[in-house]
């Protein structure tokens, strides 16, 4: 998946209205976050990033649907958490790489260098147009976490047992 380049009003304006939709405060404002992400975003993470008073979230759902159904966005559904939404390039929403979610987190990330399995195609009689692949796992953020976490209990636990054999336990 290509983000979108950095774009000004006027760019923003005329892709909006090539796409026939109103360029209203509140679209331009959901499409430059999304671009902006480079990563699949939440309805919530969408509407903290433009600002909780930019765009209601009833707005932000309509314009994020409506640019899934003119081909400029994508859904991502990981196993648990909320949907997730991605910008793609016209022509290029079925293109497919993983996605990975934290377990820890939930913090989802495009693996864009990975290539899936299968390809597209008709497999048994089944025609194949498009595919999710949901990775889950620790990000490497909450894996530092939690191995800080266990040697500051290792060490803990040393120093508690050096207590006990001071005092005859």
């Keep these: ?12 304006e005329w892709f909006l209205r090539a796409i026939q939709m109103r360029p209203t405060r509140a ?5 430059l976050a999304l671009t902006g992400a480079g990563r699949p975003m939440t309805l919530a993470g969408i509407g903290r990033r433009i600002g909780g008073g930019a765009a209601h979230a009833a707005t932000i759902y309509r314009t994020l649907e409506a640019l899934v159904e003119r081909g ?3 859904r991502v559904l990981p196993t648990r958490g909320p949907c997730r939404y991605e910008f793609c390039l016209y022509g290029q929403q079925d293109h497919c790489h993983p996605h990975f979610t934290c377990v820890e987190c939930g913090a989802t990330t495009c693996f864009r260098e990975v290539e899936p399995a299968i390809e597209l195609g008709t497999y048994g009689g ?15 953020g909450c894996a530092r976490e ?7 209990r290792n060490r803990s636990n040393r120093s508690l ?9």
């Design 1 to 12: 998946m290509e983000t979108m380049p950095e774009v000004d009003g006027g760019q923003l």
């Design 27 to 31: 679209r331009k404002a959901v499409v």
């Design 72 to 74: 400029f966005a994508r």
């Design 126 to 140: 089944y025609e194949v147009r498009r595919q999710h692949v949901q990775l889950e796992g620790v990000c490497p």
């Design 146 to 152: 939690a191995k800080m976490k266990a040697e500051k």
């Design 161 to 169: 047992r050096g207590l006990g054999r001071l005092r005859g336990f």
